[in-house]
């Protein structure tokens, strides 16, 4: 069970701060939930699976040749 803890809390010796959200046994979430220290949460919904694909490899940028100095003819 997916609750969202209300108040400061113990869960299985682990303090667990307000405003948390933590998965327990329907038990502990019963108790919880009826104690008035948390609220059952909404399940969270797992984002679907993202395809991987081959990023294109980087193109080496070319160099350019030099220019030839020019030369100087006396």
Sequence with gaps: MRI???RQVMISGEPVSAGSFVEVSEADGNL???SGKAVVAPAVEKP???EVT???KPVKPVRKAAKP??????
Aim: charged share 30%; proline share 17%.
């Design 4 to 6: 969202e803890i209300l």
């Design 48 to 50: 679907a699976p993202v």
């Design 32 to 34: 919880l939930v009826g």
């Design 54 to 56: 081959e990023e294109p």
């Design 69 to 74: 100095a020019p030369s100087i003819e006396d």
